[in-house]
């Protein structure tokens, strides 16, 4: 199947921006440590096919390159390049002790540490809310409330390997515990309140935490929402739970009725220690567990070292993303999601980060002549007001906000802004325009993509390098990705499953309870032997570029040809009627073959009727092929999406087919798979 997207250069970064870029400095560096050179200074350009090659040819030395580059700070042998410091690199498989890949084995590190380099007042930490409300921590005010909650931790007797978990909105004390929690080297695991109780139960029942925190309360679209009943049950429910830690959110006490040994914050810090206590632990120290979607199952608890993270997002941050210690980088996310442990990991560059806890689309602050009253612009608000120069999304959100009507070019001052990034879902050749039509011209669009499984990405931008429509820019330095037939073959120009044939430093330390590697191997080396399969059905183009069609678990296969969901959902969300669609497959017993079925969720008031379904399917065919185009269109109130705001094809396909949808609690709103339940011509058609 080859690409429907006819790329086109949308920004291309002058020769300044090239020349100062930290990729650069990078690429000059790595000579020392036996790169190419690659930065030609007279025409300004870097070579950067050049030195990815280069990454993946000599990996001991490039990730040795990144570490000393990024100033990481350890315990280690004579170098980090010192023979024996790398251990399995020539084969792609789990971990273990004889024969998987293992990183720096001399070395011993302390995440929190390296995020924690800065003593001094300039901002650390930012804070939001939906009303506007604002904190800052300084790095050595964020040192400080990390050494008291780590002493309290301390106090209880947790050490390393120990389990902390959490159930908080996107707070201060959130990243302070977490830090906290990596600083003695305990393992943290965090999830948002917006989990359900068997959700979060599933995900954190698993690791058996010793410490629980919560929050009594969050904010979502305006209201105040009461999560201790939910807390109360999950500290029940989770027998191994010994202490309970509340986190007030609001100006009042904690309300620590209900619960086992519950104890506030400030009385759980108490004085604490002046100075943050720092375990340096092996390079592959659990750091902390993560969960899959559980769309499909029982949630995966992935456990990611503390090495590897840390490396492997100093390596985005400061070579993909240009990240400099003066800049200002926020990410929309909740803390059950992997991109809030990526923002977090910025602090290492010395960076502000800036956290919100709230709606994405509630509404700004103040009315402005530029914006119709009430408009859901918050994020731009908060944009303007701390002077972002990196703002990270996901493409459903920048979908919404064209919907909206959102215009921040003309709305807010974004001087600041120098890259945007986008990430959970494909960003569609039309959310590029709107970026550049829309919120800036003069800015580095980044869509990247890659997943909880690696707490990372495998396709990043470039900031040396053009932006081409509808095109992630690149595979990652150090990734050896490619797209693969079901064959096994490389494909390039056409869509197959995306892999990665070399090991990387992110790759699960391991799954928990999972002590012969069984599940691991399972989940990404069963496809094809001995190389990861990521589950993404993509495209890499003749032009060097990459395309992400959705996940290959659920594309689409009428008549035995494979189609991602995202083509279809490109020219449908075109429409103004439409704010968003969801495609599956159903199987039809009496033809053996499969039929596409497409709900979409229009605008308030609006119904479907023949007109719109026939110009529905007249802008599928006339972008796609006839083969994309829908046998069913249905109209629905609501599409169900996981807490990451990701849609959830798989529960709804099991639903339509009468089939039980897993793992339900994993949905941010459950409720709307009934909606898909009975629906003449579908649920009755076999």
């Given at each position: 199947?080859?690409s429907?997207?006819?790329?086109?250069?949308?920004?291309?970064?002058?020769?300044?921006?090239?020349?100062?870029?930290?990729?650069?400095?990078?690429?000059?560096?790595?000579?020392?440590?036996?790169?190419?050179?690659?930065?030609?200074?007279?025409?300004?350009?870097?070579?950067?096919?050049?030195?990815?090659?280069?990454?993946?040819?000599?990996?001991?030395h490039?990730?040795?390159?990144?570490?000393?580059?990024?100033?990481?700070?350890?315990?280690?042998?004579?170098?980090?390049?010192?023979?024996?410091?790398?251990?399995?690199?020539?084969?792609?498989?789990?971990?273990?002790?004889?024969?998987?890949?293992?990183?720096?084995?001399?070395?011993?590190?302390?995440?929190?540490?390296?995020?924690?380099?800065?003593?001094?007042?300039?901002?650390?930490?930012?804070?939001?809310?939906?009303?506007?409300?604002?904190?800052?921590?300084?790095?050595?005010?964020?040192?400080?409330?990390?050494?008291?909650?780590?002493?309290?931790?301390?106090?209880?007797?947790?050490?390393?390997?120990?389990?902390?978990?959490?159930?908080?909105?996107?707070?201060?004390?959130?990243?302070?515990?977490?830090?906290?929690?990596?600083?003695?080297?305990?393992?943290?695991?965090?999830?948002?309140?917006?989990?359900?109780?068997?959700?979060?139960?599933?995900?954190?029942?698993?690791?058996?935490?010793?410490?629980?925190?919560?929050?009594?309360?969050?904010?979502?679209?305006?209201?105040?929402?009461?999560?201790?009943?939910?807390?109360?049950?999950?500290?029940?429910?989770?027998?191994?739970?010994?202490?309970?830690?509340?986190?007030?959110n609001?100006?009042?006490?904690?309300?620590?009725?209900?619960?086992?040994?519950?104890?506030?914050?400030?009385?759980?810090?108490?004085?604490?220690?002046?100075?943050?206590?720092f375990?340096?632990?092996?390079?592959?120290?659990?750091?902390?567990?993560?969960?899959?979607?559980?769309?499909?199952?029982?949630?995966?608890?992935?456990v990611?070292?503390?090495?590897?993270?840390?490396?492997?997002?100093?390596?985005?941050?400061?070579?993909?993303?240009?990240?400099?210690?003066?800049?200002?980088?926020?990410?929309?996310?909740?803390?059950?999601?992997?991109?809030?442990?990526?923002?977090?990991?910025?602090?290492?560059?010395g960076?502000?980060?800036?956290?919100?806890?709230?709606?994405?689309?509630?509404?700004?602050?103040?009315?402005?002549t530029?914006?119709?009253?009430?408009?859901?612009?918050?994020?731009?608000?908060?944009?303007?007001a701390?002077?972002?120069?990196?703002?990270?999304?996901?493409?459903?959100?920048?979908?919404?906000?064209?919907k909206?009507?959102?215009?921040?070019?003309?709305?807010?001052?974004?001087?600041?802004?120098?890259?945007?990034?986008?990430?959970?879902?494909?960003?569609?050749?039309?959310?590029?325009?709107?970026?550049?039509?829309?919120?800036?011209?003069?800015?580095?669009?980044?869509?990247?993509?890659?997943?909880?499984?690696?707490?990372?990405?495998?396709?990043?931008?470039?900031?040396?390098?053009?932006?081409?429509?509808?095109?992630?820019?690149?595979?990652?330095?150090?990734?050896?990705?490619?797209?693969?037939?079901?064959?096994?073959?490389?494909?390039?120009?056409?869509?197959?499953?995306?892999?990665?044939?070399?090991?990387?430093?992110?790759?699960?330390?391991?799954?928990?309870?999972?002590?012969?590697?069984?599940?691991?191997?399972?989940?990404?080396?069963?496809?094809?032997?001995?190389?990861?399969?990521?589950?993404?059905w993509?495209?890499?183009?003749?032009?060097?570029?990459?395309?992400?069609?959705?996940?290959?678990?659920?594309?689409?296969?009428?008549?035995?040809?494979?189609?991602?969901?995202?083509?279809?959902y490109?020219?449908?969300?075109?429409?103004?009627?439409?704010?968003?669609?969801l495609?599956?497959?159903?199987e039809?017993?009496?033809?053996?073959?499969?039929?596409?079925?497409?709900?979409?969720?229009?605008?308030?008031?609006?119904?479907?009727?023949?007109?719109?379904?026939?110009?529905?399917?007249?802008?599928?065919?006339?972008?796609?092929?006839?083969?994309?185009?829908?046998?069913?269109?249905?109209?629905?109130?609501?599409?169900?999406?996981?807490?990451?705001?990701?849609?959830?094809?798989?529960?709804?396909?099991?639903?339509?087919?009468?089939?039980?949808?897993?793992?339900?609690?994993?949905?941010?709103?459950?409720?709307?798979?009934?909606?898909?339940?009975?629906?003449?011509g579908?649920?009755?058609?076999?």
């Open positions: 199947m080859k429907v997207v006819e790329p086109r250069t949308v920004w291309a970064p002058d020769a300044a921006r090239r020349e100062r870029a930290r990729l650069v400095e990078f690429a000059t560096f790595a000579e020392t440590f036996g790169a190419p050179a690659t930065w030609d200074g007279k025409d300004q350009r870097l070579d950067y096919a050049a030195l990815h090659r280069w990454s993946l040819r000599d990996p001991p490039f990730w040795a390159a990144v570490w000393q580059f990024c100033g990481i700070v350890a315990d280690y042998g004579p170098t980090p390049s010192a023979p024996g410091s790398f251990v399995g690199l020539e084969r792609m498989a789990p971990p273990d002790p004889v024969s998987g890949p293992r990183w720096f084995t001399e070395s011993r590190l302390n995440y929190a540490e390296n995020l924690l380099r800065r003593k001094d007042e300039h901002p650390a930490l930012v804070s939001w809310d939906e009303t506007g409300q604002r904190s800052v921590l300084t790095f050595a005010e964020l040192r400080r409330h990390v050494a008291r909650f780590g002493a309290g931790l301390r106090r209880l007797g947790i050490g390393p390997g120990d389990r902390v978990a959490a159930y908080l909105p996107n707070l201060p004390e959130g990243v302070i515990a977490m830090l906290a929690t990596a600083s003695i080297g305990a393992i943290w695991s965090s999830t948002s309140p917006d989990f359900g109780v068997e959700a979060v139960v599933d995900r954190v029942g698993q690791i058996e935490p010793r410490v629980l925190l919560v929050a009594d309360q969050y904010r979502y679209l305006g209201r105040r929402i009461d999560s201790l009943p939910r807390a109360r049950e999950i500290a029940r429910r989770i027998p191994s739970v010994e202490h309970t830690v509340v986190v007030a609001g100006a009042h006490s904690p309300r620590l009725d209900g619960f086992h040994c519950a104890v506030g914050w400030e009385e759980f810090c108490g004085d604490g220690d002046p100075e943050p206590y375990e340096r632990l092996p390079f592959d120290h659990p750091l902390a567990i993560l969960y899959s979607s559980g769309t499909t199952g029982l949630p995966k608890a992935i990611h070292g503390a090495g590897g993270t840390l490396l492997q997002h100093l390596k985005e941050l400061a070579l993909h993303t240009d990240l400099r210690s003066d800049d200002r980088i926020f990410y929309y996310t909740t803390c059950g999601w992997m991109m809030w442990n990526w923002l977090v990991s910025s602090l290492a560059t960076a502000t980060v800036v956290i919100y806890d709230g709606a994405a689309l509630a509404p700004g602050l103040a009315p402005r530029t914006r119709r009253q009430s408009a859901p612009d918050i994020l731009w608000d908060l944009a303007e701390e002077g972002l120069t990196v703002f990270g999304t996901s493409a459903k959100y920048l979908s919404h906000a064209e909206e009507g959102l215009a921040p070019a003309r709305s807010h001052s974004l001087i600041q802004l120098r890259t945007i990034l986008s990430t959970g879902s494909p960003l569609t050749g039309d959310g590029f325009d709107y970026v550049y039509r829309a919120i800036k011209p003069d800015v580095h669009l980044a869509s990247i993509s890659g997943g909880t499984d690696i707490i990372s990405c495998f396709l990043l931008g470039v900031p040396t390098e053009p932006v081409r429509r509808g095109e992630l820019q690149a595979a990652g330095l150090g990734m050896a990705v490619e797209i693969w037939s079901p064959e096994g073959e490389e494909v390039v120009g056409e869509a197959g499953e995306l892999v990665c044939k070399q090991p990387f430093p992110s790759m699960p330390v391991a799954f928990w309870n999972d002590p012969q590697g069984e599940k691991y191997c399972d989940a990404y080396f069963s496809h094809f032997d001995g190389i990861w399969r990521h589950g993404d993509a495209e890499e183009t003749s032009d060097g570029g990459w395309i992400i069609f959705g996940r290959s678990d659920a594309t689409l296969n009428p008549g035995g040809v494979r189609i991602g969901t995202a083509e279809i490109r020219p449908v969300e075109q429409l103004d009627e439409v704010l968003e669609a495609a599956v497959g159903q039809i017993e009496s033809s053996g073959d499969v039929r596409i079925v497409l709900f979409v969720r229009l605008r308030e008031g609006l119904t479907l009727d023949a007109n719109l379904r026939d110009r529905i399917r007249r802008q599928i065919r006339e972008s796609t092929t006839p083969r994309h185009v829908p046998a069913v269109i249905v109209q629905v109130a609501d599409i169900p999406r996981t807490i990451s705001g990701k849609i959830s094809e798989i529960a709804v396909r099991e639903v339509i087919h009468d089939r039980p949808a897993p793992n339900v609690g994993a949905l941010a709103n459950p409720e709307s798979l009934e909606l898909f339940r009975r629906i003449p579908v649920n009755d058609v076999r």
